[in-house]
C-alpha cells in the first residue's frame, strides 16, 4: 500500500516520513529529490530539464547518486533548491518524474513524501496526509537545518510557496479524501503516532 504525505517545504515531511515508514516496515520515497537531481542536471550541465528528467538515473537511498556520484549534501544546497522548484513548473519534467515513481509504487509498500503525491501520482492511496505547520514555524526549522538566519528562510520560503502553489501543472493542494495535519507545536511523535493509526484503520 501507498502512505502519500504532501505538504509545503518545512512542515516536517521528511523527518514524519521517515519515522512513518521506520514504524510501519515500509520503504520511503522522497519525491522531491527527483525533482532536485532534475535541478542540479539543469545547472551544472545546461539543456533541456525534460531531457534530463526523461533519462534520470538515480538511487535513492540513504544516499542519492545520480549517474553514480554521491550528491546527498549538493541536494540540499540552495541554488539546487530554486532549480529543483523551477523545473518542477514544467509539465514534461512532472509527467516523466510522476511515471517514475508509480513505476516504484507499482510493488511493495511506501511512503511517499512530496507535492503532488496524493493528488497526481498516486491519487488512489489509501492513506493520503496533507502537513502543514505556520511559516515562521517552517522557516525556523529549516534555518536551522541549514545554519542560516530564519528572516532569509521565510523570505525564500515565501517565493518558492508561491511557485509551488501558483504553477499550472499539479500545483501545490491538498488531495481530495486526505488528512489534513498541522504539525505546529506537536511532537514528532504525536504526528508519527497519529499517522501510524490512519495507517492501521484502512489496512
Ligand atoms: O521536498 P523538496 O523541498 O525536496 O522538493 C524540492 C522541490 O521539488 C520543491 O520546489 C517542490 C518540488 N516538488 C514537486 O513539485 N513535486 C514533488 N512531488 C516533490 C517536490
Known amino acids: 500500500m501507498v502512505v502519500a504525505i504532501d505538504g509545503p517545504a518545512g512542515a516536517g515531511k521528511s523527518s514524519v516520513a521517515r519515522a512513518v515508514a521506520r514504524a510501519l516496515g515500509f520503504t520511503y520515497l522522497n519525491s522531491g529529490s527527483m525533482y532536485r537531481a532534475v535541478g542540479l542536471l539543469t545547472l551544472r550541465d545546461g539543456g533541456a530539464a ?9 538511487e535513492l537511498g540513504d544516499r542519492v547518486l545520480v549517474n553514480g556520484e554521491d550528491v546527498t549534501e549538493t541536494l540540499r544546497e540552495p541554488e539546487v533548491s530554486e532549480a529543483a522548484s523551477r523545473v518542477a513548473t514544467n509539465d514534461r519534467v512532472r509527467s516523466a518524474l510522476a511515471d517514475k515513481q508509480r513505476e516504484l509504487l507499482g510493488d511493495g509498500d511506501w511512503v511517499v513524501e512530496g507535492r503532488d503525491i496524493g493528488t497526481v501520482v498516486a491519487p488512489g492511496a489509501p492513506v493520503k496526509i496533507f502537513l502543514t505547520a505556520s511559516p515562521e514555524e517552517r522557516a525556523r526549522r529549516r534555518a536551522a537545518e541549514l545554519g542560516t538566519d530564519v528572516d532569509t528562510v521565510l523570505r525564500d520560503q515565501a517565493l518558492r510557496d508561491a511557485q509551488d502553489e501558483g504553477r499550472a501543472h499539479s500545483p501545490l493542494r491538498m488531495a481530495p479524501g486526505a488528512v489534513s495535519l498541522d504539525t505546529t507545536g506537536v511532537t514528532l511523535d ?3 503516532q497519529r499517522i501510524v493509526g490512519l495507517v492501521h484503520e484502512a489496512s
Open 50 to 58: 525534460s531531457e534530463h528528467a526523461e533519462k534520470l538515473d538515480i
Open 190 to 192: 504525536d504526528v508519527v
